[in-house]
């Protein structure tokens, strides 16, 4: 069973990883696009940005309704990244006992 459990578990450790990456990225470019760093007309441009409102807004949207707008601050992202941060946290130390209690087993 840890042979299949530690594996799957560092995988969802990795998504996590990437998706708190794209949320980075995701905030980044609103604030680009917000101050016309970045061509919003340009087509790459928004589908990258299609592509990121698309992937995050589904767990940001819970969170928005949650936490008050501050004046045009948006910090559910900040929230959701502690959120996906702990679940790491989490992720880590079933992974550890996971580990500490494959060696136990087999000298029994």
């Known amino acids: 069973m840890d042979i299949i459990l530690i594996p799957l578990l560092t995988i969802l450790d990795k998504i996590i990883e990437l998706y708190v990456l794209l949320i980075f990225v995701s905030v980044i470019m609103s604030w680009l696009m917000a101050f016309n760093v970045i061509n919003r007309s340009n087509q790459f441009v928004l589908m990258v940005s299609e592509f990121l409102y698309r992937v995050t807004e589904p767990a940001l949207r819970p969170l928005r309704k ?43």
């Open 66 to 108: 949650i936490i008050p707008n501050l004046g045009g601050i948006d910090l559910s992202p900040v929230a959701l990244i502690f959120i996906l941060y702990f679940l790491q946290m989490v992720i880590g130390m079933v992974i550890m006992r996971l580990i500490v209690a494959v060696p136990a087993q087999l000298i029994h």
